[in-house]
């Protein structure tokens, strides 16, 4: 009688020891394409240690969270191809926002090169001083008027 | 320290847009009514050096980089509503050619590099200049830089309070003003010696220049 109740007993602490059970974590190891995105100030210097978010295109719960690498990198496995948006951010303010489609082996793509940004800088330069050479031209033709 | 899109929420950019767009209406008058024809070269020269300056991304110790303004001298040299009115314009093609800063933070941006710091910086000069023009440039170059960071950190700390979603989490912006006070200010508080010294520079080069003392 005793035998039983303790046999039993046995079978019931291993009955509500099972949830435990769940509470172990397990893996499995795979391998697959990621894409990788890399963040970098203007010099060059990678935007290291900062925070992202990646989403599904339309979705507002991230798909993944995380810190860029000591590169800047972003890298994550999309589990589609589609468009995802990847946020980076640090506690300054920097950051970046942008939309790419991963997934499906789609091709790299990469910001506009460091030559083409002296072009812009002399574009906007030349807007300015285009822009004060119009002030210029309506002022002398506001004071011919007037005078 | 400009705030790119995507960090704001709107029920901030909107009212900002609102107060900028007002604000350069006010400006654009007062410029009209002072405008004299022999200062624009020198306003564009000056306006051009405050766009490279702003390009230009300084690494400051803990991984961050800022960047100079020429703001002071803006404001020291054509009042503060130009100033505003050249930052503003500054900031716009920054934007629109380099993805620095953006579009819905442009108000932003602008009131708070264009119009507060310049204010202080020409207050500043305006107080000090009495006193010690050297001590007055200095001063109000690094305050015209540390102002806007100052303005632009509680702008991004009041994001997680203002939008977040029903769980709490922030939808724009997650870091409180405990994190983006000493994150801006702390790199500014540094570069704006970088600015007094700049400001110093360049406006006793303007000076000598239109004095017509500069040799060769």
Partial sequence: MIRRALAAALLLALAAALPAAAHEVLHEEATGEATVVRFFYAGGVPFSYESYEVFRAGETIPYQTGFTDAEGRVVFLPDREAEWGIRVFSEDGHGAELTITAGGGAAPRADRPPVDRYARLLAGLGFLFGVFGLISLFYRRRSARSG | MHIPDGFIAPQVYLPAYAAAGGLWAVGIRRFRKRLREETL????????????????????????????????????LFGVWTCFLSVSLVLLLQALLFGVGGITTLPLNALALGLAGGAAAAFVFRVLNRASEKAALLLSGWISVTVPAFLLALVLGVQPRIAHAADGSPLFFPFGFSVTLPALL???????????????????????????????
């Fill in chain 2, 41 to 76: 070269p020198v306003l564009a020269a000056m306006t051009g050096f405050a766009f490279i300056l702003m390009t230009i991304a300084v690494p400051v110790p803990g991984g961050t980089s800022a960047h100079a303004s020429g703001v002071a001298l803006l404001a020291v």
């Fill in chain 2, 186 to 216: 702390l790199p500014h508080a540094l570069l704006g010696i970088g600015e007094g010294a700049l400001t110093l520079l360049v406006y006793r080069i303007v000076g000598r220049l239109r004095k017509g003392r500069v040799s060769g």
